[in-house]
């Protein structure tokens, strides 16, 4: 039961162009949401978050977009770079037991941005 | 500041064997968390540690442990290994995660199991 879902595991986009990366959720106690990097052989790199409370969130090229009503949120990349081609990860947050919290990841989408 | 360190960097074992894996956090964490990422199934979680007691297990099979030490540094165990277990296997560390606040990951060990 996959509580976090990236549908599309590769996508090419022209550089300069816009890349948009979709994630859909189907938990509803998820409250917080974070977006991943990832290069061959290296862990993941944050990226950028956003919190349930909000339905938007940027940091330069980087914008997070957040429908709670649709559990859905996506990451736009303008203009997209050749160094943006790597694995993005979508995850989620909810509280657990005992105060902790854990990540729940989707299966991740291979950008590849082509010159 | 250092970062997460992972060793080993890679591993070959056979079938049934055992395997220890060892992750430093990034100094002054103490939350260490192990995830397993396979082709197609993204990063799954294992476990969370926290001053040395696991609070948080995810959906594995006992084969998987593990533990912390006083110093916050962490080892997984992985007993009576399976071809499916080769994988990347993912340290992360946070200052205590119970925040809402992002992990800092290692490079992983890649195990293979053959």
């Known amino acids: 039961d996959q509580q976090v879902k990236q549908n599309s595991p590769s996508l090419s986009v022209q550089e300069g162009r816009i890349s948009i990366l979709n994630c859909d959720y189907t938990?509803?106690?998820?409250?917080?949401f974070l977006w991943y990097k990832k290069y061959p052989a290296e862990g993941p790199t944050f990226l950028i978050s956003?919190?349930?409370?909000?339905d938007k969130n940027e940091d330069g090229r980087f914008t997070v977009f957040l429908n709670k009503s649709a559990k859905h949120l996506s990451l736009h990349i303008v203009p997209s770079q050749p160094g943006d081609s790597a694995v993005y990860f979508c995850?989620?947050?909810?509280?657990?037991?005992?105060?902790?919290?854990?990540?729940?990841f989707g299966s991740g989408t291979q950008l590849t941005v082509l010159p | 500041k250092a970062g997460v360190t992972q060793t080993p960097r890679y591993l070959i074992k056979t079938r049934g064997q055992q395997v220890t894996l060892s992750c430093s956090p990034i100094?002054?964490?103490?939350?260490v968390s192990w995830y397993q990422q396979t082709p197609g199934q993204g990063l799954q979680f294992l476990f969370e540690?926290?001053?040395?007691?696991?609070?948080n297990k995810g959906n594995f099979p006992g084969r998987f442990s593990g533990r912390q030490f006083s110093n916050s540094r962490s080892e997984m165990n992985v007993s009576t290994l399976e071809l499916g277990d080769s994988a990347l296997y993912l340290c992360?560390?946070?200052?205590?995660?119970?925040?809402?606040?992002?992990?800092?990951f290692g490079s992983g060990t890649q195990l293979s199991v053959l």
């Open positions: 956003i919190s349930s409370i909000k």
């Open positions: 995850a989620a947050q909810a509280m657990t037991r005992g105060s902790a919290r854990q990540l729940t």
């Open positions: 540690y926290f001053s040395e007691t696991q609070r």
């Open positions: 992360a560390s946070s200052l205590d995660g119970t925040v809402v606040e992002k992990l800092f």
């Open positions: 100094s002054g964490h103490r939350s």
């Open positions: 938990n509803s106690m998820f409250d917080y």
